[in-house]
T-cell receptor, first 109, second 110 residues
């Protein structure tokens, strides 16, 4: 299958660091990306990893380990506006873009 | 800002009606996608296309059909709407790294 697994919910306080994990199926894998979706809104792109290692974009970083079929999104200096759903997405064979189960992040004061 | 548009944004329609959800992008992307998403749930891929005249079914079985006659246009059609089709439908297009989403169509079949 093409399933990607994520924790369903994560809660953290403002200013903290949080990590959202994603495991995926390896067959026909090209890359892993991350998207943010606020309630009622459309998903927006955050980051993409095709190779092992860390990609940093401001307060957000994403990591990929192809040998472990695993990646994570790291959010630093959390702000209330970061409360949203976060999805990992797998680019696979045939140009399919398949999304994970999603993680709802709640940022508290 | 993403140049991908979906119409209508909201649609309430009776059972048995034929509907077409429109999706257009002006970025020249070859890859386009349709997803179905219920509130608070994951995005399920129902159709995708990697270019003109190429379409594939996604991972979630759907009674809808799609066409890709022009690069910029990727409409989705339901021949006979049913209450089980009630959901949000999201269209996206992508380049090498990033996918851009339309604002979605919230479909309610009564």
């Amino acid at each position: 299958g093409q399933s990607l697994e994520q924790p369903s919910e994560v809660t953290a306080v403002e200013g903290a660091i949080v990590q959202i994990n994603c495991t995926y199926q390896t067959s026909g894998f090209y890359g892993l990306s991350w998207y943010q979706q606020h309630d009622g809104g459309a998903p927006t792109f955050l980051s993409y990893n095709a190779l092992d290692g860390l990609e940093e974009t401001g307060r957000f970083s994403s990591f990929l380990s192809r040998s472990d079929s695993y990646g994570y999104l790291l959010l630093q200096e959390l702000q209330m506006k970061d409360s949203a759903s976060y999805f990992c997405a797998r680019t696979g064979g045939g140009n399919k873009l398949t999304f994970g189960t999603g993680t709802q992040l709640k940022v508290e004061l | 800002e993403a140049d991908i548009y979906q119409t209508p944004r909201y649609l309430v329609i009776g059972t048995g009606k034929k509907i077409t959800l429109e999706c257009s992008q002006t970025m020249g992307h070859d890859k386009m996608y349709w997803y179905q998403q219920d509130p608070g749930m994951e995005l399920h891929l129902i159709h995708y296309s990697y270019g003109v005249n190429s379409t594939e079914k996604g991972d979630l079985s759907s009674e809808s059909t799609v066409s890709r006659i022009r690069t910029e246009h990727f409409p989705l059609t339901l021949e006979s709407a049913r209450p089980s089709h009630t959901s949000q439908y999201l269209c996206a297009s992508s380049g090498v790294r990033e996918a851009f989403f339309g604002q979605g169509t919230r479909l309610t079949v009564v």
